[in-house]
């Protein structure tokens, strides 16, 4: 038995464990983040997916192999993190090289090539998280005396390491994070106990990977951006150049200014509507290589163009004195309502940099002037009450580009939030809404629905006497009056469209078959593909049976639940019980849409490999098997802890999103906060090793009341602190956190305790299990709250630690 690494778990002997968690969670998130650029975000998904392939093979190979492992334990603990750090930085090597295109896996002709280099990238990650995992199993069969104290390592040490990968990405880009993060692995080596000429070769070796590994990451970095990109073809223009960027966990912000950059505005191309009809010149904003907005250029402009938007129609029916503005449009938005004669104009800004772009500027890009009539705000726009104190408003705008800007953005369309607007409109006022058909028709139907609900839960006892809507040939306008549309309105309406080529989709008392179709508009579904041109349009019936409540005459195909605070999304439309059809027309699927098809492909893979590390104490040699009926309370205990951890962590996440209203500090503060306080729970059950049922009880007891106090009182909670300071919201989200995850780090390290003696070899199994079933969870997840909702997620962890508290394995066996 080695002497070096086998004494007691001291916080020095643990230090090493402690920073390659830190650099492991933090590769993972870093790796997120370059395919958020390099592809889209949705792909990050398969960060996940990868880490476990890693890790469950090094839990198998540890139960397989533990004896001779522990056996040359003071071999390894110093060889690890040089290979580590190798490991490290020819996985980010190789997977900048992979040349993956998205787009194609939607071609049947060219998918097969995409999925090769899906496997290259699995190939390349693969060694890594091995490796990691072999480190954390190895420190637990070494110290399975004090699990406690090594999963409380492993568990502050990830921790740490995604607060730090979140305070780095403020100050460093995105494709340089994986050269910060092998200092942590480097420490670690360096740190490994040893004396004399032993240390001495460890620390050489270390410093040699870390340098040939910094060459790699750093030196020859291939990280770029996807040609695929929105920004590709404009940071490419002749004479483009890049006048800005802010760092920042959200994105990587870049501020374009080459010739192709104009206002992005749906206008009529008719002749005669408004004397100067030209788009004012712009600087382009992007985030991750996706366009956010238009800057202005100068902060006085002529908006005389504004008469042929699409947009403008609800300030023309009737003259908005008080305006609130969801997004801002970079300043764009704000001239156009002051131009028509708003009185005063309220702006919801939630974005930072986009708010401190209109505060103070962004490069070359000019501070909107500070106006008595403009009010910019930070606050979310579903903190409905706390934006409605303005009130009450002639009209709400929210702007296209704000709903494209982020997902948290698209929670304004849910059906409470927009029943709140309406109640905070004046007499007469309007709210308007956009969604885009450019890719998907089943949007706009779907919004159809939803301003229904909306009218229904405001109170509007008819709402097709309150409702208007009128599309061009990309984008659809939907106007909810708090009053019945009068006669003249609708006739203005009518004028309106026929002057622009617009068409009407939705009047009061409006006859489809009178009216003429401008742009022909292909209705797009999975059981057919319908152009529907001359006298009528395919929009209207779909209006026309919304409002009946009736059935979708062209989108049934899809789901078409409007949105609400709880299932905040306004795509999740494919059903995926119908998973075969919506292969057979992969081509036709949005990118909004992909992500379901990846959690499914990542659910697949994840029950795949959890069901092999779940067998494994059936298929050991004789004499080394677990009996079934321990197998069977070890499976459903460490499978219940890792499903019902993530699922109370997702759900705290999505509940910090929308209330931060910013997903990636959610992600980061809740990930940082659970982990590190999880890690004192663990430490914390060192104190009933001896009473292990005591303390799983507490824990448990703690885990569902406070689950049960999510579950009914923290929307209520966070909307009385909606308005409070920024700082004040990060310490609420943290003190509604600690308490739960000190509890939900108690039960791991007692179960993994009871692994000792003759069955030492399946403690790397179970923590194996465990993290099966937390890659299991996270694309569960999703798609239950896509499907049901996010308050489902509580409500199953509840019944999970319930099993948990029934199934804790049988006492230590120690050695004989």
């Not at 104009?262 to 100067?276: I, K, P, Y």
């Not at 549309?485 to 309406?493: I, M, P, R």
């Not at 080529?501 to 009216?515: K, M, R």
């Amino acid at each position: 038995m080695p002497t070096d690494m086998t004494t007691r778990a001291t916080a020095g002997r643990l230090l090493p464990l402690f920073l390659v968690s830190m650099a492991a969670i933090g590769f993972e998130i870093a790796l997120t983040r370059y395919f958020a650029i390099a592809s889209w975000s949705e792909y990050g998904y398969w960060v996940i997916s990868m880490t476990m392939v890693g890790l469950a093979a090094s839990g198998i190979i540890a139960s397989l192999f533990q004896r001779p492992l522990v056996r040359h334990a003071d071999v390894l603990f110093p060889a690890l993190p040089p290979l580590l750090l190798l490991a490290m930085a020819l996985g980010w090597h190789f997977t900048t090289l992979v040349p993956f295109n998205p787009l194609e896996l939607q071609n049947k002709q060219v998918w097969a090539d995409q999925l090769l280099n899906i496997a290259k990238y699995y190939a390349a990650l693969f060694p890594f998280f091995f490796l990691v995992g072999l480190t954390i199993s190895l420190y637990f069969m070494v110290h399975s005396d004090a699990v406690g104290r090594v999963y409380g390592a492993d568990l502050a040490g990830a921790g740490v390491g995604a607060a730090l990968v979140l305070a780095l990405m403020f100050v460093m880009h995105p494709f340089d994070l994986t050269s910060a993060l092998l200092v942590p692995l480097a420490l670690a080596g360096l740190l490994m106990p040893g004396e004399g000429r032993a240390w001495l070769r460890s620390a050489a070796m270390t410093l040699a990977a870390l340098a040939v590994a910094w060459a790699l990451a750093g030196l020859a970095n291939q990280a770029r951006i996807n040609e695929y990109k929105e920004i590709f073809g404009p940071l490419n223009a002749p004479d483009s150049k890049v006048v800005a960027t802010r760092l920042s966990p959200k994105g990587l912000y870049m501020l374009l200014d080459n010739f192709t950059e104009r206002l992005d505005l749906d206008m009529s191309n008719n002749t005669g509507v408004v004397a100067e009809p030209t788009l004012p010149r712009a600087f382009g904003l992007y985030a991750d290589g996706n366009r956010l907005t238009s800057l202005l250029r100068t902060a006085r402009l002529d908006t005389g163009y504004f008469g042929a938007a699409l947009d403008s129609l609800p300030y023309r029916l009737r003259r908005p004195q008080r305006v609130l503005l969801v997004g801002a449009g970079g300043g764009f938005r704000i001239l156009e309502a002051l131009g028509v004669g708003a009185k005063h104009v309220t702006v919801l800004e939630p974005d930072r940099v986009l708010r401190h772009a209109l505060r103070d500027g962004l490069g070359p890009a000019p501070h909107f002037p500070p106006l008595p009539q403009v009010t910019i705000s930070g606050l979310s726009p579903t903190a409905v009450e706390a934006v409605g104190a303005a009130g009450p408003f002639d009209l709400v705008d929210v702007s296209r580009d704000f709903l494209a800007q982020s997902d948290t953005n698209k929670a304004v369309l849910a059906v409470e939030v927009l029943a709140g607007y309406i109640r905070h409109l004046s007499p007469d006022g309007v709210l308007s809404l956009p969604v885009s058909v450019r890719e998907f028709t089943v949007y706009a139907v779907k919004m159809f629905h939803t301003a229904r609900y909306a009218m229904a839960a405001a109170g509007i006892e008819q709402p097709e006497r309150h409702l208007l809507i009128y599309r061009s040939a990309w984008n659809v306008r939907i106007l909810i009056s708090r009053t019945p549309w009068t006669d003249a309105a609708l006739q203005a309406t009518r004028r309106f469209c026929d002057q622009r080529s617009f068409d009407p989709v939705y009047l009061p008392g409006l006859n489809p078959d009178a009216v003429r179709v401008f742009n022909e508009l292909p209705v797009v579904s999975f059981d057919r593909i319908e152009t529907r041109g001359g006298a009528r349009d395919a929009l209207m019936e779909e209006a026309i049976a919304a409002l009946a409540g009736a059935p979708s005459p062209y989108h049934g195909f899809f789901r078409l639940a409007p949105p609400t605070i709880d299932r905040p999304f306004l795509n999740a439309v494919l059903p995926l019980r119908r998973l075969d059809t919506i292969l057979a027309h992969i081509e036709l699927v949005p990118r909004e849409e992909l992500v379901y098809l990846i959690n499914i492909a990542v659910l697949v893979q994840a029950v795949v490999i959890a069901l092999l590390v779940l067998l494994l104490p059936l298929v050991r040699p004789a004499g080394g098997a677990l009996p079934v009926r321990q197998f069977a309370r070890a499976a459903a205990y460490f499978a219940g802890l890792g499903l019902g951890f993530l699922f109370l962590e997702i759900y705290l996440i999505e509940k910090a999103a929308q209330y931060l209203h910013d997903r990636v500090l959610a992600f980061g503060l809740v990930l940082a906060g659970m982990l590190v306080f999880s890690g004192l729970g663990s430490f914390l059950a060192e104190r009933y090793r001896s009473r292990p049922k005591l303390g799983l009880g507490l824990s448990v007891a703690v885990i569902v009341g406070w689950s049960e106090l999510l579950f009914f009182g923290l929307d209520p909670i966070l909307a009385a602190t909606a308005t409070a300071p920024a700082g004040l919201q990060i310490v609420i989200v943290l003190g509604l956190t600690a308490p739960l995850s000190v509890a939900l780090g108690l039960p791991m390290a007692l179960g993994l305790g009871q692994f000792q003696g003759s069955r030492l070899s399946f403690l790397p199994w179970a923590w194996a299990v465990n993290g099966a079933c937390s890659v299991i969870s996270t694309p569960l997840a999703n798609l239950l709250a896509a499907a049901i909702g996010f308050k489902v997620l509580p409500f199953a962890a509840i019944l999970l630690y319930g099993m948990v508290l029934l199934t804790l394995p049988a006492a230590r066996v120690r050695a004989g």
